[in-house]
């Protein structure tokens, strides 16, 4: 054992001695490892961000469109449509919604010319809403069924029109078609669906008396029991129509977000792929360095068989100077990767996750492997394999260096 | 039941070249004994430096047997060759070879290396071989950082640290002035004693007449053998010339 001791001595003496070189060739293997470790660190941390948006707005809200028989214009869904919905086992419950079209939204008078040529959408909405979409209001409260029963001029806007014109319940009205309603409320931002960002939301009868729009709706948002989201959205179009010719059509709201997770899953390949190749050429970079560091250091070679160290002993010490260098860049480069990982994080406003479960090729590894993150084990293991074969082709020159040849002798 | 000779000769040849073949050293009988003080001189080509590889084992005969304390060299593998080489000889060279980004003493330590020492014991020993070629206060100097007679006494600290049975010299003085050549040559005369033989391959007729004996080559062959007697003379009085002359 003190002969390893020995060889790991002179290893670590000939990296030491050569500082700037040393450091000059462990920059393949950092810029390798903090590569892929960056790469699959940063996708995971925006997938489990977006994991985290679905997990809390559910994957389970589906979206149902009239689109009527064929050649019907704005068509529409019988009046009692949300009762037959609700008659489905799987549905948990469900709101609807009438887009309001022909109608002249002016939050702001002065610029009553842009919001004719650019009409706000108008919608009407029931008192479901909030529960069915699972959204949070910013400020006052939802329409209630006194603004129904009454026809109320009352509204909600959405967070984008709001933040836009400072509206705050109360103290502000907006115009719609010359009749001013009054602001009741501002409701969040709804990241499955963004028809609400910019809309004016007024309850349903007040919409049918002031623009004579009826109490048909056109659109469905439906939550349905997490387990049969699949078999509700088959079902729907049929407890809709009632076997009448008008026909529906579904989306599942959080579809295209797992699209972007998946799509991202691409992305982490492809740079986790990148980071491979910047590893391999790190590693040429020191089987280049070491075959010139042999040829220079060709007299010590001599010196020491001389001194009675064998060829294998020269062949482990040249091969442990390569291996120290791929542990020590492979250990900082996934350093690197963990700054860049909880740095990009904390700009985008992401959890970081350092130790994300791994997918290769269709085989799932844990998260941790001996009580280390399985994403650094193999960006350093990585690291290592390729300083050992970069450091087989020196370190056999090495030894065969004939002590004869390299000192001189005579 | 005697004692093998440090080392022994036997009709050795040392052979290059496939087609063309060329002897470098022809059927060469020697023997070199326990204490011996050895210079082997020879114009260039005479075969001396190829003798140096083989005494030293860093070449093998190509033909014929050479035997090291009495174990035949051709037999070992290169691992037993290099430990018998590391435990028998201690190299010294012209050009010092001391490998320059270690100081002295970790210079020292390198043919210490592999031998089961801990540091501390490794560091005591090359210690105490610096303060055999006076040294020792320097030895945290760095080869650069010293004079070739101080490079040239730290590798002879280096050579004699293992306490090897034959020093192996190779124009031990030839990259030196005359004021450390003699002061080189006279650490060799304290250092042979009755168990460590010294062989020294020179051109220089100065350092092969302070041996004991002389071996002249010519052409791959050993073309004379002698005794000397005033090389006693020299050893003993301390660099005055003996009154054989």
């Known amino acids: 054992m003190r002969s390893v001791r020995d060889l790991v001595g002179v290893a670590v003496s000939g990296l030491t001695s050569r500082w700037s070189r040393t450091l000059l060739i462990m920059l393949g293997p950092i810029i390798g490892v903090s590569a892929i470790v960056a790469a699959v660190g940063l996708t995971e941390s925006a997938k489990g961000d977006l994991q985290q948006t679905l997990a809390a707005l559910g994957d389970n809200l589906i979206k149902v469109e009239a689109s009527g028989s064929f050649g019907a214009t704005d068509p529409t869904f019988s009046e009692d449509v949300v009762a037959r919905v609700n008659r489905l086992s799987t549905v948990e419950g469900s709101t609807a919604l009438l887009s309001v079209t022909g109608v002249i939204t002016t939050p702001y008078e002065a610029a009553a010319d842009y919001y004719t040529a650019f009409p706000t959408p108008v919608l009407t909405a029931d008192e479901h809403f909030l529960d069915v979409m699972n959204v949070e209001l910013v400020s006052g409260r939802w329409l209630n069924s006194f603004d129904s029963s009454t026809a109320a001029r009352s509204a909600v806007v959405g967070i984008g029109l709001a933040d836009e014109f400072g509206f705050r319940e109360g103290n502000r009205t907006i115009r719609l078609n010359n009749l001013d309603y009054g602001v009741v409320g501002v409701v969040e931002r709804y990241p499955l669906d963004n028809v609400f960002d910019n809309a004016v939301i007024i309850p349903t009868s007040t919409a049918d008396a002031d623009f004579d729009v009826g109490l048909e709706p056109n659109t469905l948002y439906v939550r349905s029991d997490p387990a049969s989201t699949l078999a509700t959205e088959d079902a729907l179009p049929v407890a809709i129509n009632l076997g009448g010719d008008g026909e529906a059509t579904t989306l599942v709201l959080s579809d295209a977000l797992e699209a972007e997770a998946a799509a991202d899953s691409t992305l982490q390949i492809i740079v986790a792929a990148m980071g491979l190749l910047a590893l391999i050429v790190g590693g040429v970079g020191i089987a280049n360095v070491m075959s010139i560091s042999v040829i220079q250091r060709s007299a010590e070679i001599g010196i020491r068989r001389a001194l009675g160290h064998g060829r294998s002993l020269i062949a482990w010490q040249f091969l442990l100077e390569s291996v120290a260098v791929g542990l020590m860049g492979g250990l900082a480069g996934a350093a690197v990767g963990v700054g860049i990982v909880i740095y990009a994080s904390r700009i985008a406003g992401w959890v970081h996750v350092l130790a994300p479960e791994l997918d290769l090729f269709g085989v799932t590894l844990p998260a941790h492997y001996l009580g280390m993150p399985t994403l650094y084990l193999i960006g350093v293991g990585a690291a290592l394999l390729t300083s050992v074969i970069a450091g087989l082709y020196p370190s056999v020159k090495a030894a065969q260096l004939e002590p004869l040849e390299t000192l001189r002798l005579g | ?245």
């Open chain 2, 1 to 245: 039941m005697s004692q093998p000779p440090l080392l022994e000769l036997d009709a050795v040849s040392r052979i290059y070249g496939t087609e063309v073949l060329v002897y470098a050293l022809n059927e060469v009988s020697l023997t070199i004994d326990t204490g011996e003080f050895v210079s082997i001189v020879g114009p260039s080509g005479s075969g001396k430096s190829t003798m140096l590889g083989l005494l030293g084992l860093l070449d093998l005969p190509s033909q014929g047997v050479m035997r090291v304390t009495g174990k035949a060299v051709h037999e070992l593998g290169d691992h037993e060759r290099s430990r018998l080489r590391g435990d028998v000889v201690g190299f010294i060279f012209q050009q010092f070879h001391l490998i320059p980004h270690l100081d002295a003493r970790r210079n020292v330590e390198t043919a210490l290396l592999y031998r089961n020492l801990s540091p501390r014991d490794r560091k005591r020993k090359a210690m105490e071989a610096l303060d055999v070629v006076g040294l020792a206060p320097r030895h945290e100097h760095r080869p650069v950082q010293m004079s070739g007679g101080e490079q040239q006494r730290c590798a002879i600290a280096r050579a004699i640290v293992t306490d090897p049975q034959l020093l192996l010299a190779d124009e031990p003085t030839g990259a030196l002035d005359s004021t450390n050549a003699a002061n080189v040559m006279d650490i060799f005369a304290d250092l042979n004693n009755g168990t460590r033989s010294i062989a020294i391959v020179t051109h220089d007729p100065a350092v092969a007449a302070s041996a004991d004996r002389r071996i002249s080559m010519r052409d791959g062959r050993i073309v004379a053998d002698e005794k000397l007697q005033h090389g006693e003379a020299i050893t003993s009085f301390g660099g005055t010339l003996g009154s054989s002359h």
